[in-house]
């Protein structure tokens, strides 16, 4: 029986004579058909292979070509796609982090689409810096003397330690060595900076003392990260920005603050925790900041930069510099993005990161409610709206949960596990958790775009 079915195994050159296959090659090119024919005709072989002598299999032409032409399909469809979030965690990592103000999108396609003023000075027609985009409003928006940006904030910390303290110390507390995600360690990163660490105090509680007595001839640079991924509870104490500003000026000593995610709005005002801002840390004396763009920002994977002018300076002047630089279309998301800036009544709108930390369970509950309406009642699913808790994510604010409105869905027929891939083979993926054997989708996440096309894909799920 194998033997027969081997000898059915079409030769590729009868495969490329089906005008199907033809039409396939003028569509997608040779190589990449010729990679299909093979993938097929292997699967085939291997499934005759494991074959026991009263099993049931056949197979013709036409259904080798089906499997080519689905094969192609899949090659068509892109990696990076859009997805919706209805998990609840607004700065989610794996889908993205933050994504950006419509007014900002319109900026990126006009500057990716065309030619640019990346680095042209229209005021003289001459060779400008790709930093002039952003430098001015950067600091317009945070009262520092300078700034400049790089590809994100792990990549801002190295720069800033290569150039400030390459092959001297850095004086830095213990409750303060973070690691972020993919395991990149503050440590690891300073080593490779060619900084040398100098932990001091314990993790719990660093005194001002602490810094000064490690203070030597060898002390480049006084380093203060925010721990916004993690939190020490209980017996704690650190030591204030402007007091270390205050010691370090004492040394002639520079202090830097990494912030991580970094804040130009205070939120705590709707009710999240207290948070730094940059402006407070520049305001404090901070000689060197710096932060993520795609976090608490709002804009795209970026490490901002600011501080004293002759720093920065120097940053530019770093070899490290042109390995570390940001490309035209996030400069164009990050002038558009900080723009909103000037008016945060604008920007607490129109940026969607803030937009959703900043949404009232009462406007999450209005939404929902007339979502539920619109749903009705559906065969063959249980829905029901719940309160439950979003949270902030991207590293920040880990304790932090916003009370929400959630969709909970349930199938007769389909586990969990299985409306989960449904949504995730949607059109649109759609991204939710699962809690209690149910599929849960947080309205806090969705935007009304996103609703439409999740009421498109419960309908769908009804028919199941």
């Not at 530019?316 to 002038?335: F, G, P, S, Y």
């Not at 969709?407 to 649109?428: G, K, M, P, V, W």
């Not at 096309?453 to 419960?458: F, G, K, N, P, S």
């Amino acid at each position: 029986m194998k033997q027969n079915l081997y000898r059915k195994i079409p030769k590729v050159d009868a495969l490329l004579e089906d005008s199907r296959i033809i039409q396939a090659i003028d569509m997608q090119g040779k190589n990449l058909v010729m990679s299909a024919i093979t993938h097929q005709l292997e699967d085939i072989r291997k499934v005759i292979q494991g074959l026991k002598e009263d099993s049931d299999f056949d197979f013709d032409i036409d259904t080798i070509i089906e499997g080519i032409l689905a094969w192609l399909e899949a090659k068509k469809q892109v990696k990076l796609r859009q997805v919706i979030n209805g998990t609840g965690i607004v700065v989610h990592t794996n889908l993205g982090r933050s994504s950006l103000a419509d007014s900002v999108r319109k900026q990126v396609m006009a500057v990716a689409l065309n030619y640019s003023t990346l680095e042209f000075d229209l005021s003289n027609g001459k060779r400008g810096s790709r930093y002039a985009h952003v430098e001015d409003l950067i600091c317009e928006l945070t009262g520092a003397e300078a700034a400049m940006v790089v590809n994100n904030n792990a990549a801002a910390v190295m720069l800033v330690l290569s150039t400030m303290a390459s092959g001297k110390e850095v004086i830095v507390s213990r409750g303060q060595l973070v690691e972020i995600g993919g395991s990149f360690r503050i440590p690891e990163v300073m080593k490779l900076s060619g900084a040398k660490l100098v932990e001091v105090g314990a993790t719990n509680k660093t005194h001002l003392r602490d810094y000064e007595s490690h203070i030597t001839e060898e002390t480049a640079l006084l380093l203060k990260v925010h721990t916004s991924n993690f939190k020490v509870m209980g017996f704690t104490q650190e030591v204030e920005a402007t007091e270390l500003c205050q010691l370090a000026g004492q040394y002639d000593l520079p202090v830097y603050d990494d912030l991580g995610s970094g804040m130009l709005v205070d939120l705590s005002r709707f009710g999240l925790k207290k948070e730094p801002t940059v402006q407070e840390s520049i305001k404090d004396g901070v000689d060197i900041v710096s932060f993520s763009g795609d976090k608490m920002l709002g804009g795209p994977q970026a490490g901002i930069i600011v501080g004293k002018k002759a720093y920065i300076e120097q940053m530019k002047k770093n070899q490290l510099t042109r390995a570390l630089r940001v490309d035209k279309m996030t400069l164009a998301a990050l002038e558009g993005t900080l723009m909103l800036y000037r008016n945060e009544v604008q920007a607490l709108k129109q940026i969607p990161t803030l937009n959703m930390l900043t949404m009232t369970y009462e406007a999450i509950a209005e939404r929902a409610a007339l979502f539920m309406g619109r749903l009705g009642i559906m065969d063959n699913l249980t829905l029901e709206l719940v309160d439950d808790y979003s949270q902030v994510g991207g590293g920040s604010m880990p304790l932090e949960k916003m009370r929400t409105r959630v969709l909970t869905l349930a199938h007769d027929r389909l586990s969990s596990q299985d409306l989960i891939n449904y949504f995730r083979e949607f059109d649109t993926p759609i991204i939710g958790r699962v809690n209690d054997e149910r599929l849960i989708l947080d309205f806090r996440t969705l935007s009304d775009t996103d609703l439409d096309q999740v009421y498109q894909a419960i309908q769908g799920l009804s028919q199941l």
